[in-house]
């Protein structure tokens, strides 16, 4: 640590975490939300996608809202979870495991999010489509494994967000909000679920 | 616990920080109430290995045997713990002796945490008092201050958080969750608060509060009960608010 000001260190990581949340974060709840018109069918969804897609300016909004902060946060997280050493087989406590189920559930959803972009967006983005790649076994597994891992991140990354912006401070308000978050968890994931049911 | 004629342990033996670690395990008659610094004496007394092969007595270090000094702090069964205040009754065997692994081993258990008191001086972890003259007595502290802060107070530089916390590594330059809950400590204090942004100011740098990680490790690690997380969280609060006010006002 040296005596020399730079504190570039720690607004990248306050921004950092502040990504996780705004945009990332309310935009995985808007996408899960949005994705529940696939249970109309076949006729809404792609409705909902052509007019997702004919929105004007659609492509900067996607590029300033989603791609660049998700980037800039996979980039410095992978950072992140290098510069970190678990020693969960040592010190086995149910926060520890999930620093460590955080950090590969970040990695796992970079690449899912890689993956996942790079079929819904640069090739045929459509029920059916979509349909196809659920309905092999591993395409339902790495979707099913992508969008929990996302939610999980999301939801236990704003447990450590109100520890960062010196929100819950004492244990006591960590756990009630640990507590909030499980429901939040549970509701995110339901509704994820029932997104990759409407495929199959 | 029933009583056994023997005590195991197995020690992580190294000559030098250059040379390789080896394991030896020993035996000990059973006596009651020992400790772990009890049976390493045994171990100088007659340093023989289980196997009946002659060896050198274990290098280790103690101070006060009475868990506040910090100095006996070594990987016990897996963690860190003080061995003074670790008792062989209340512990599994074989028992596990192996040295810190966050600190440049001297010898055999014996690690050097001078890094611990480096950081400290980095998070200014005192109060300035006078100089060339008496500047008179400071602002009175509080009673309901004065108990929390005394809980702080307890730190003793051992290292038992250093060991459980991921981000301390070599590849972070994380000072760990004890020189930050000393920035707390000082910067609650009446005198000291007029020092805060000296303390606050490094906790920015590479290493400072934001490489924390959450794992939470290190508040279950203090032998002392300290509160680390707390000061951690509630040093994020006094951060954000010291880097925006700071930042606002260039």
Same mark, same amino acid.
């Given at each position: 640590?040296?005596? +020399?000001?730079?504190?570039?260190?720690?607004?990248?990581?306050?921004?950092?975490?502040?990504?996780?949340?705004?945009?990332?974060?309310? *935009?995985?709840?808007?996408?899960?939300?949005?994705?529940?018109?696939? !249970?109309?069918?076949?006729?809404?969804?792609?409705?909902?996608?052509?007019?997702?897609?004919? #929105?004007?300016?659609?492509?900067?909004? &996607?590029?300033?809202?989603? *791609?660049?902060?998700?980037?800039?946060?996979?980039?410095?997280?992978?950072?992140?979870?290098?510069?970190?050493?678990? =020693?969960?087989?040592?010190?086995?406590?149910?926060?520890?495991? #999930?620093?460590?189920?955080?950090?590969?559930?970040?990695?796992?959803?970079?690449? *899912?999010?890689?993956?996942?972009?790079? %079929?819904?967006? #640069?090739? &045929?983005?459509? *029920?059916?489509?979509?349909?196809?790649?659920?309905?092999?076994?591993?395409?339902?597994?790495?979707?099913?494994?992508?969008?929990?891992?996302?939610?999980?991140?999301?939801?236990?990354?704003?447990?450590?967000?109100?520890?960062?912006?010196?929100?819950?401070?004492?244990?006591?308000?960590?756990?009630?909000?640990?507590?909030?978050?499980?429901?939040?968890?549970?509701?995110?994931?339901?509704?994820?679920?029932?997104?990759?049911?409407?495929?199959? | 616990?029933?009583?056994?004629?023997?005590?195991?342990? $197995?020690?992580?033996?190294?000559?030098?920080?250059?040379?390789?670690?080896?394991?030896?395990?020993? =035996?000990?008659?059973? !006596?009651?109430?020992?400790?772990?610094?009890?049976?390493?004496?045994?171990?100088? $007394?007659?340093?023989?290995?289980?196997?009946?092969?002659?060896?050198?007595?274990?290098?280790?270090?103690?101070?006060?045997?009475?868990?506040?000094?910090?100095?006996?702090?070594?990987?016990? =069964?897996?963690?860190?713990?003080?061995?003074?205040?670790?008792?062989?009754?209340?512990?599994?065997?074989?028992?596990?002796?192996?040295?810190?692994?966050?600190?440049?081993?001297?010898?055999?258990?014996?690690?050097?945490?001078?890094?611990? #008191?480096?950081?400290?001086?980095?998070?200014?972890?005192?109060?300035?008092?006078?100089?060339?003259?008496?500047?008179?007595?400071?602002?009175?502290?509080?009673?309901?201050?004065?108990?929390?802060?005394?809980?702080?107070?307890?730190?003793? +530089?051992?290292?038992?958080?250093?060991?459980?916390?991921?981000?301390?590594?070599?590849?972070?330059?994380?000072?760990?969750?004890?020189?930050?809950?000393?920035?707390?400590?000082?910067?609650?204090?009446?005198?000291?608060?007029? =020092?805060?942004? &000296?303390?606050?100011?490094? %906790?920015?740098?590479?290493?400072?509060?934001?490489?924390?990680?959450?794992?939470?490790?290190?508040?279950?690690?203090?032998?002392?009960?300290?509160?680390? +997380?707390?000061?951690?969280?509630?040093?994020?609060?006094?951060?954000?608010?010291?880097? %925006?006010?700071?930042?606002? !006002?260039?």
């Amino acid at each position: 640590m040296s005596t +020399t000001q730079k504190p570039y260190h720690f607004l990248i990581r306050r921004a950092h975490s502040l990504l996780g949340l705004v945009p990332i974060g309310l *935009f995985l709840t808007f996408h899960m939300v949005l994705n529940l018109s696939a !249970r109309g069918g076949p006729e809404v969804y792609d409705k909902v996608i052509a007019t997702m897609q004919g #929105f004007p300016g659609i492509f900067i909004i &996607e590029l300033v809202v989603i *791609f660049i902060p998700i980037a800039v946060h996979a980039i410095y997280g992978t950072w992140v979870v290098y510069s970190g050493q678990s =020693n969960v087989l040592r010190y086995k406590y149910a926060r520890n495991w #999930f620093y460590i189920i955080q950090r590969i559930s970040g990695l796992y959803t970079l690449v *899912f999010i890689t993956i996942h972009v790079y %079929l819904m967006r #640069f090739s &045929e983005a459509n *029920f059916a489509a979509l349909s196809e790649f659920l309905r092999q076994p591993v395409g339902l597994v790495f979707y099913t494994l992508g969008v929990i891992f996302a939610i999980f991140h999301f939801v236990n990354g704003l447990w450590a967000f109100a520890i960062t912006w010196g929100i819950t401070i004492g244990p006591h308000s960590q756990k009630i909000w640990l507590y909030a978050l499980v429901v939040v968890f549970i509701l995110l994931s339901g509704i994820g679920l029932a997104n990759i049911s409407a495929f199959l | 616990m029933a009583e056994q004629k023997t005590i195991h342990l $197995k020690i992580r033996r190294q000559d030098d920080p250059d040379k390789p670690s080896r394991w030896e395990a020993f =035996n000990i008659p059973y !006596r009651e109430k020992l400790n772990v610094i009890s049976c390493l004496m045994e171990i100088q $007394k007659n340093p023989v290995t289980a196997e009946g092969k002659k060896t050198t007595p274990v290098v280790w270090e103690c101070n006060c045997l009475e868990e506040v000094c910090g100095a006996c702090t070594m990987n016990i =069964n897996g963690q860190g713990k003080q061995a003074c205040s670790a008792l062989i009754d209340h512990l599994e065997q074989p028992i596990v002796l192996e040295p810190l692994t966050k600190f440049p081993l001297v010898r055999d258990l014996m690690v050097d945490r001078q890094i611990m #008191f480096d950081h400290l001086k980095t998070v200014h972890a005192w109060i300035p008092i006078d100089g060339t003259y008496n500047l008179g007595s400071g602002p009175r502290m509080s009673e309901v201050k004065r108990q929390w802060a005394y809980e702080l107070s307890k730190c003793m +530089t051992c290292g038992c958080c250093m060991e459980a916390c991921p981000q301390v590594n070599s590849r972070s330059k994380f000072i760990g969750p004890s020189a930050i809950s000393q920035a707390r400590l000082f910067n609650a204090h009446p005198t000291g608060e007029m =020092n805060k942004h &000296e303390r606050l100011a490094p %906790l920015l740098d590479e290493g400072g509060i934001a490489d924390c990680g959450n794992s939470q490790n290190c508040v279950r690690a203090c032998p002392k009960d300290i509160p680390l +997380t707390t000061s951690l969280a509630d040093l994020n609060r006094e951060t954000n608010k010291f880097a %925006l006010s700071r930042w606002l !006002r260039k």
